[in-house]
């Protein structure tokens, strides 16, 4: 979280910044509300154009930038802030200008005399971008009302995933209606500035960014084609594990990362933690809880057989650190990464000291079983805690069971509420926040 933090204020205070250095408005000498007015909805449009840019540069999730921000679900993270502060600078921009505008009807506000427009060179690009500015003003007021609406949509979790899939790659077509919207009415002279040449990286990195939504060529080459080869119900913990076999080579993955699978085109594409060490074979499994809509229809809709689209993987949560004690924490299915560490593990040890807190509200004896197994083959302390008999798991009850745990990494995977109480308790008792490691697993 510390590295998108970071990254979300530097970029908007450097844009800022950078904006102030090139506009050479005397502020103290503005008139009236009006040239106000436009200082603003420049700065504006600025920033609200850069956090879009590099919020759909997110959207095809380049994954160059995963060691730098945190990995992939870090990525949306900051994704999901950049699209808020676009939305909030958009909005402040249009009611700038249909504001006034209804101010001036409502005869709140009059607009100065205008004084003689400046004589432009004949044939000229500035001449000939004036001569288009009705039309982009015109081409970006409907193209925020559609990324407002997109964007709202986006960010209600009642909406269905599989609509959610749908609409929001349409969120592409109204950031290139906004590209050309800004082009023609940027202040002409900040182009031949440093701003200009970020502004103009900025907005043909995303235009490229938009293309490939569009086109539908996001990560095309890091997807697969497989074949679902097991299907396995663990009907008490209401769970389905899925093993994919795939046509071409799958480049290997690291313990704990994860990848988004189709298994029906009409869902499209859904991030699931993959739960098999790599063993070279062309093989993963994938075990998925019935939380949603449509996860609850997995036990019926797949069969031994069907044909999967499989891309990845992405993800840091890989298990690495200096300390040579680890805590880890899987809650209900967060125990799958633990499990394709385990399996690792026990075929190529790294020495380190683990404990393994479990925590489930259902009890599965065979699950548990297998559980245990990959346990003791791993030499991980394995501490299972079943709700109704053990009662709630807390920071206290595991420092009790660990005694050394000032000396450990903690890794954690399950509900992000579970995950906040524990890492500010842990924290509070003098964890480093730097060692508590945990993937932010929402997408959307």
């Keep these: 979280m510390t590295h998108i933090k970071r990254f979300f204020w530097l970029f908007l205070l450097a844009l800022s910044g950078l904006w102030w250095w090139t506009d050479t408005t005397a502020w103290a000498e503005l008139p009236h509300f009006f040239a106000w007015r436009a200082v603003l909805m420049q700065v504006s449009g600025v920033l609200g154009m850069g956090v879009m840019s590099v919020a759909m540069v997110l959207a095809v999730r380049p994954v160059w930038f995963e060691s730098t921000l945190g990995g992939l679900d870090k990525m949306y993270r900051l994704h999901k802030w950049l699209g808020i502060a676009g939305l909030v600078l958009a909005i402040g921009h249009w009611l700038l200008a249909q504001g006034t505008k209804w101010a001036v009807g409502w005869g709140w506000l ?34 925020f009302y559609a990324a407002v609406l997109l964007m709202t949509l986006a960010l209600l979790k009642r909406f269905p995933y599989r609509h959610f899939f749908k609409t929001h790659h349409l969120i592409a077509v109204a950031y290139l209606a906004l590209v050309w919207h800004s082009v023609v009415l940027l ?86 933690t993959i739960s098999s060490d790599w063993r070279n074979d062309g093989c993963l499994t994938f075990i998925i809880k019935a939380l949603g809509d449509y996860t609850r229809t997995l036990a019926h809709r797949t069969r031994v057989g069907d044909v999967v689209k499989v891309e990845g993987p992405y993800g840091r949560f890989n298990f690495q650190g200096t300390q040579p004690r680890q805590i880890w924490v899987g809650a209900g299915i967060g125990i799958t990464p633990f499990v ?62 660990v005694p050394d745990w000032r000396d450990a990494d903690v890794w954690f995977c399950g509900p992000s509420a579970f995950s906040h109480a524990l890492k500010k308790d842990l924290m509070a008792m003098g964890l480093s926040a730097a060692r508590f490691h945990q993937e932010l697993f929402e997408m959307r």
């Design 187 to 272: 202040t002409f002279d900040y182009w031949r500035s440093p701003l200009g040449a970020v502004m103009a990286v900025l907005l043909l990195s995303g235009t490229v960014a938009a293309m490939l939504v569009l086109f539908g060529r996001v990560a095309t080459r890091r997807q697969l084609v497989g074949e679902v080869v097991g299907v396995r119900q663990h009907r008490l913990l209401k769970v389905l594990a899925i093993d994919i076999q795939f046509q071409g080579r799958w480049a290997g993955h690291e313990p704990g990362q994860f990848a988004f699978v189709t298994l029906h085109a009409d869902e499209g594409a859904h991030p699931y």
């Design 340 to 401: 394709a560490r385990m399996k690792a593990l026990a075929k190529a040890p790294d020495g380190k000291a683990i404990d393994l807190f479990h925590t489930t509200a259902v009890w599965d004896p065979h699950v548990m079983e297998l559980l245990a197994k990959d346990a003791s083959d791993a030499r991980v302390a394995l501490h299972a805690l079943w709700d109704e008999r053990d009662g709630l798991l807390t920071a206290q009850r595991i420092t009790r069971q």
């Design 110 to 143: 009059a607009r100065p005399a205008r004084g003689p427009r400046p004589v432009l060179p004949e044939g000229s690009l500035q001449q000939w971008l004036v001569t288009q500015r009705g039309l982009a003003e015109g081409v970006g007021e409907w193209a």
